[in-house]
């Protein structure tokens, strides 16, 4: 599943736009900017909740084309003292989707003065610092963090069991010739 998703050639998400009525599928935030306000009143809740803390890491999985996380900074532009807070990390590994990411954030490239060597770009919908990674595992530690992982789970590569009499089994996919579309389950 993950070779057929991620493959640096050929993966469903790394060259080719999957969302939206040329796509392959529209998920909540294509249908409607509410959807993304209201996660963003959720992120600023649970901030309030966490004591108002002066940096927060908010964490997007598998961003899509990043209209969940503009919807979410241009609803939440007026309350300052919460965005400023916000560090937006976007895991992402379809370079792809990263640059649509980038264009629907309004992003421009921030000043590298720091030394960083992390590249950091400004969100101009509300002045938010915004890094890419491709992989949880690189966003940076450390800070509160809330993530935000909106149907990441759904094509998430997973191993599934099955109890069969000689124990657990995973079950798999394999090609065959004895069906019309020439595949089986098995375990």
């Known amino acids: 599943m993950?070779?057929?998703l991620t493959n640096p050639k050929a993966g469903f998400y790394i060259n080719r736009d999957v969302f939206g009525a040329e796509g392959d599928f529209i998920t909540s935030p294509e249908v409607s900017q509410m959807f993304g306000e209201m996660i963003g009143v959720w992120a600023m809740c649970l901030w309030e909740q966490m004591g108002r803390p002066q940096k927060?890491?908010?964490v997007e999985l598998g961003p899509?084309?990043?209209t969940l996380m503009?919807?979410?900074l241009?609803?939440?532009s007026k309350f300052k003292s919460f965005t400023e807070s916000l560090h937006i990390n976007m895991v992402e590994c379809s370079p792809t989707l990263q640059e649509l990411q980038y264009h629907s954030l309004k992003c421009t490239d921030g000043d590298d003065s720091s030394g960083n060597v992390e590249k950091i770009n400004i969100s101009t919908l509300a002045g938010i610092p915004v890094s890419w990674h491709t992989s949880l595992e690189q966003v940076p530690s450390g800070l509160p963090t809330i993530i935000i992982a909106h149907e990441f789970y759904?094509?998430?590569p997973v191993h599934q069991f099955q109890r069969a009499s000689r124990g657990w089994c995973?079950?798999?996919v394999d090609v065959t010739e004895d069906s019309i579309q020439h595949l089986q389950l098995c375990i």
């Open 154 to 156: 759904d094509a998430l």
């Open 70 to 72: 503009a919807d979410l």
């Open 74 to 76: 241009r609803g939440l």
């Open 56 to 58: 927060v890491n908010l």
């Open 170 to 172: 995973e079950k798999m």
């Open 64 to 66: 899509g084309r990043g």
């Open 2 to 4: 993950e070779e057929v």
